[in-house]
């Protein structure tokens, strides 16, 4: 499982709060990412990180904030929630020169 | 960006029976991966095949880059084989001197396997 954790696993929280999900790897991985599960969707990346302090957006990165400030943790903030964020956000992880990837086990966000 | 599109989109076998999935994508890639999420939700990386053919036991994937397109096979099916099958795809670019992918996943196809 490349040794990712995703925390919290479960979350429900009010319209207008802020959120922050957390993602913490154990093998020194330099890529990581953010998707969100929807029906219907499939998987959607919403933001990458390439090292320490490097992100950059992905294809549904509105209303979404990353920071990587160690190696081992990538966290996404959701500002202001709203209930369109309602989704299943996976983060994972690229391992070797092939760009393999690994995902966490997933956190469940209901915006109320 | 990149078109992903997979069929069928559901598929319900017995036990037993050999089933193919196919994944067709609009661009040139670099990277293709094809992932199973099990009913309990977690994605299992089942391949890494921008090209050529690969087997892991039960399961064979192959892709045809030229035509733009990747199968999965899986013989033999089993009720554990149930769940959604993902294929994803990227290119790659460069930052800060390093390459790496980001990955455009298709919708699915949603697998049911009955004892």
């Known amino acids: 499982d490349a040794g990712i954790t995703q925390s919290p696993r479960h979350k429900v929280t009010e319209t207008g709060t802020p959120v922050t999900l957390r993602c913490h790897q154990t093998?020194?991985?330099?890529?990581m990412y953010w998707y969100r599960q929807d029906p219907g969707h499939g998987l959607r990346l919403i933001h990458y990180?390439?090292?320490?302090?490097?992100?950059d957006k992905g294809e549904v990165s509105d209303g979404y904030s990353v920071s990587r400030s160690k190696t081992e943790d990538f966290l996404l903030t959701l500002e202001s929630a709203t209930s369109s964020q309602t989704s299943v956000y996976f983060c994972?992880?690229?391992?070797?020169?092939?760009?393999?990837?690994?995902f966490g086990p997933g956190t469940r966000l209901t915006v109320l | 960006g990149i078109q992903v599109e997979q069929s069928p989109p559901d598929l319900i076998l017995q036990e037993g029976a050999n089933s193919t999935l196919r994944c067709n994508f609009s661009?040139?890639?670099?990277?293709l991966q094809w992932f199973h999420q099990n009913p309990w939700g977690q994605l299992i990386n089942l391949f890494y095949?921008?090209?050529g053919t690969k087997q892991n036991g039960r399961l064979s994937a192959t892709t045809v880059a030229t035509e733009r397109y990747s199968l999965l096979y899986i013989s033999s099916s089993q009720t554990t084989d149930s769940g959604v099958y993902f294929c994803a795809v990227s290119g790659t670019f460069n930052a800060g001197g390093t390459s790496y992918g980001k990955l455009t996943f298709g919708q699915g196809t949603i697998l049911t396997v009955h004892p």
């Open positions: 994972a992880i690229s391992a070797g020169s092939t760009d393999t990837q690994y």
């Open positions: 093998e020194n991985h330099r890529y």
């Open positions: 990180s390439y090292g320490v302090k490097d992100t």
């Open positions: 095949i921008p090209s």
């Open positions: 661009d040139s890639v670099n990277n």
